[in-house]
């Protein structure tokens, strides 16, 4: 059994005028893709159900034959997972930001610190306002993690990305023991407002970072392991993407660290991680594969890089991979954008997206891979579970039995 799944991560898009009116995938020269697009079968299906948030591990989850509705719990528990933080039954993991206010409103909701400074507000809101309740963990990241020890998820918590220029009081926490959180965040104020390293970084003309904010709150998911059901295989995935990580744990998959792939050298970066992926093929039954480069472009708001980006993968990576999974006799191969993520506002963006099973599945006339192609002559599947029934011959979606 060879069986291999590739995350587009954020591939598909919308129209973007700057492109002719195209998506990136249309106005990019895809040609071995295009190839693949008329000997296997083109569709489009939904990855992110209503009602949760529009992220690759969502879109994972379901992909992989799992009701997300039922088991993503929230983002800050498999960023914990993702990062190796313990996770006891009990607490309850927030996404950690530090961003900048005035003491009324968010002055800025992108704050960099060396780990020098971070170190320095970690140890001192751990050693103040840790205790039992709360354990802060830096990660190596720009966001971090919270644990609230016994906490309540149920809350309400707006990411800060847009807030900036907001007040604070109006975009806190609201929910069930609400007051509780909330006067973490003040005391945290208090406390960092004061730092000597925010004095400091004023004096030099840079943001202070005097406000934590605390979102996608998440309590330890309960998911039975893929490994089991579908009929003990082994299963590995790669992904430097910390969530995604944390699924896979969840999972029962094996997570690996691939090879950096930078967006200024995306052709050596394509050339090592081919190499890795390859390596491997060989020793698993499922290899999972996240492919993030096309959605760093998009948050660069860059749609010109984005087709740059998502040229390079199908002229270097794909090929590569596809030499070594058409080695087995048995092989089946899912390629699927996660979500569509808009490459001028940066966002991501609900919706459904293309995939391409191999070898062909269904009736499919398209003879391209792109948005407009998988809508208009591709198979549509309305839950990107039922691809799992395609990949793994496994009962979908999988619940609690």
């Not at 809101?125 to 709360?134: M, P, S, T």
């Not at 004061?194 to 970072?209: D, L, Q």
């Amino acid at each position: 059994m060879k069986r291999v799944v590739v995350f587009w991560d954020g591939a598909a898009d919308e129209k973007q005028e700057a492109l002719g009116n195209k998506t990136p995938l249309e106005a990019a020269d895809l040609v071995p893709l295009h190839k693949l697009a008329k000997q296997g079968t083109v569709g489009w299906t939904r990855t992110i159900m209503e009602g949760l948030t529009v992220q690759p591990e969502v879109a994972a989850m379901e992909t992989l034959g799992y009701d997300s509705l039922m088991f993503y719990t929230g983002r800050g528990a498999f960023r914990a997972l993702g990062a190796d933080v313990p996770l006891g039954l009990r607490d309850v993991a927030f996404t950690l930001a530090f961003v900048a206010t005035d003491g009324e409103k968010i002055t800025e909701t992108e704050v960099e610190l060396s780990p020098e400074e971070l170190r320095a507000f970690v140890e001192l809101l751990q050693e103040r306002l840790g205790g039992n309740r709360f354990r802060f963990v830096p990660l190596k990241a720009q966001r971090h993690v919270l644990l609230w020890h016994e906490g309540f998820a149920q809350l309400h918590c707006e990411p800060p990305d847009d807030l900036k220029g907001e007040p604070i009081d109006a975009h806190l926490p609201r929910g069930e023991n609400e007051s509780i959180v909330k006067q973490l965040i003040y005391d945290a104020l208090e406390l960092l407002d004061k730092h000597e390293v925010n004095r400091k970084r004023v004096e030099e003309g840079k943001p202070p970072a005097n406000l934590i904010w605390l979102y996608e709150p998440g309590m330890m998911p309960k998911l039975p392991s893929l490994r089991l059901v579908a009929g003990m295989i082994r299963a590995d995935a790669v992904t430097d993407h910390i969530p995604m990580r944390g699924l896979c744990i969840a999972l029962g998959i094996r997570p690996h660290r691939p090879p950096s792939v930078d967006l200024d050298n995306l052709s050596e970066g394509y050339e090592r991680l081919a190499n890795f992926v390859n390596d491997l093929l060989p020793d698993t039954d499922l290899l999972i594969v996240h492919i993030r480069e096309a959605d760093k472009a998009s948050h660069r708001r860059d749609p010109e890089l984005k087709v740059f980006a998502l040229q390079k993968f199908a002229e270097i990576f794909l090929p590569k991979l596809l030499d070594a999974v058409w080695a087995y006799d048995d092989a089946r191969m899912l390629l699927i954008c996660t979500h569509k993520t808009n490459s001028v506002t940066g966002k991501h963006v609900p919706g459904e997206v293309p995939f391409l099973f191999l070898p062909r599945k269904g009736t499919s006339r398209a003879d391209e891979f792109h948005e407009e192609a998988a809508v208009t002559v591709g198979v549509k599947v309305d839950r990107g579970c039922e691809l799992a029934r395609w990949l793994l011959d496994i009962q979908v979606p999988i619940g609690l039995r």
